[in-house]
């Protein structure tokens, strides 16, 4: 390893070369967005001097800290069950005491809608258990019943968190980044994504030109695929894409005895979105990335009123700091909402009600395809991220499909037709915090760039 190590990754390739894609960068991830009436400088703008301050102070608090994963179940898919072995794709998972009480107990005690519905709660389960004089089949059938309606408006498939293979894990312990995870296994997982679930007309057979499944969007183009299909290739991009600027920047530069180094990796960046390496792939992927901190903003915008109730709380056991930080998230949902240019989701599932309806479970369907192929990654560090970030966005389509049961959120008491997890509200703060760190990530870049002029 040089000597310099940063100095190494930064100055490595020609300064022609890196001087193009600071030109990639300015030239052509700019100006205003496909399907949106934004542009690049707006949310650039808003994001790294407004928003991803508040934000990131947010994520670092006890309630959005620990999340809960299984990160031991199988793949649904295909039978390899081979885990990555290199020590950086480990996750560590917190010991019991190291979790607040409030979170580890799921207990409420600051919240007055729980407390209601706990006793409502309770005597449903007097009222409505299942009747123990049916069959073990039927009773199993209504259990199942049950099931589906609590899921029905789901777009992920969620961990069972009571099960004894889920953990509680510090995601500040455990941040994403280079793991050295690569090759035909990490392929494979992204060739699954978008070459079984991307939209496409049906005369075109799999697999997709040279196996690239991002050649997907060549054919929406040519075959005029509707705004809804479109826009889901565009948020798996820039799913994507996001998950690659972490790797770029967070690259494992130094390893010795006595100490790791991380930081940016320009000739890793320019790997994955150099225009002429990725045979002009690259800066689609970025404007995607935009697209997706869009549709995650808006829902942000959108599901303040769940938030805004008195009855609310983030509970964690220490009612001081758990007021704090409910003030901070409604900061941080109102600075969302001041957006001046948000996404139009009314476009999407517009005219006939029965294709529109028919359409968003197909969409609802494929996204939880994809929800459940992150339990095949083989890196435990990159399956933890995939799934958080996959059930994050899942959630924000939650929220944009259910705008009229948000509306109808009484100011106080109890919000029956829409509710979030306390899982799938960690996930979707967390989940934009990947992407709204992103594009902070881009600006570093456009910078150490800049420098090398």
């Known amino acids: ?29 700019t100006g205003h967005l496909d399907d949106c009436t934004c542009d690049v400088e707006t949310i650039d703008a808003f994001n790294n001097y407004k928003l991803f301050p508040r934000l990131n102070q947010l994520l670092e608090s006890d309630y959005f800290r620990y999340y809960k994963v299984n990160l031991k179940k ?51 389960s007097r009222l409505g258990a299942v009747d123990e004089s049916l069959s073990k089949e039927t009773q199993q059938a209504v259990l199942q019943w049950t099931w589906h309606d609590d899921s029905s408006d789901s777009f992920c498939e969620a961990d069972d968190i009571l099960s004894p293979d889920a953990e509680y894990v510090d995601l500040l312990l455990n941040p994403e980044r280079y ?3 690569k090759g035909p296994d990490a392929w494979k997982i992204w060739n699954s994504i978008y070459e079984e679930n991307c939209f496409k007309p049906q005369n075109v057979k799999r697999p997709l030109a040279s196996g690239r499944g991002e050649s997907c969007i060549h054919l929406a183009k040519w075959f005029g695929v509707c705004i809804e299909k479109r826009a889901f290739y565009r948020l ?35 790997q994955r979105f ?60 109102h600075l969302a909402k001041s957006f001046p240019l948000h996404f139009d989701e009314n476009s999407f599932f517009a005219g ?42 899942g959630t924000a389509l ?39 760190t992103s594009v902070r990530e881009l600006e570093n870049f456009r910078t150490i760039l800049r420098t090398m002029r």
């Open 274 to 333: 150099d225009e002429v390496v990725t045979r002009g792939e690259g800066p689609r992927r970025l404007k995607n990335l935009y697209f997706l901190y869009l549709i995650e903003l808006r829902a942000l915008s959108k599901v303040l009123p769940f938030f805004e109730r008195p009855g609310f709380q983030l509970y964690t056991g220490n009612h001081s700091h758990d007021a704090e930080i409910k003030n901070l998230l409604l900061e941080v949902l």
């Open 352 to 393: 006939n009600k029965k294709e529109a309806a028919k359409l968003k479970e197909e969409v609802r369907l494929h996204f939880k395809n994809i929800s459940k192929i992150m339990d095949c990654v083989g890196c435990f560090k990159c399956r933890l991220w995939g799934k958080l970030q996959t059930q994050g966005l």
């Open 1 to 29: 390893m040089k000597e310099n190590p940063e100095l190494y990754y930064l100055c490595s390739g020609a300064v022609l070369t890196n001087l193009f894609v600071l030109d990639v960068l300015y030239q052509q991830v």
């Open 74 to 124: 199988p793949c649904p898919f295909w039978d390899d069950n081979s885990h990555c072995g290199i020590r950086d794709c480990a996750v560590k998972p917190c010991p019991s005491d190291e979790v607040p009480d409030g979170i580890r107990s799921a207990s409420y005690k600051y919240s007055e809608e729980a407390n209601s519905r706990a006793e409502e709660c309770e005597e449903a």
């Open 236 to 270: 798996i991009s820039g799913l994507h894409a996001s998950i690659n600027i972490h790797l770029s920047a967070r690259y494992l530069l130094q390893d010795t005895w006595s100490e790791k180094k991380w930081g940016p990796n320009v000739t890793e960046f320019q």
């Open 179 to 181: 793991t050295g995870y």
């Open 398 to 436: 939650k929220i944009l499909f259910s705008e009229n049961l948000i509306e109808k959120i009484p100011e106080s008491g109890p919000s029956y037709g829409f509710q979030l997890t306390r899982q799938e509200i960690v996930a979707l703060f967390n989940a934009f915090g990947r992407i709204s």
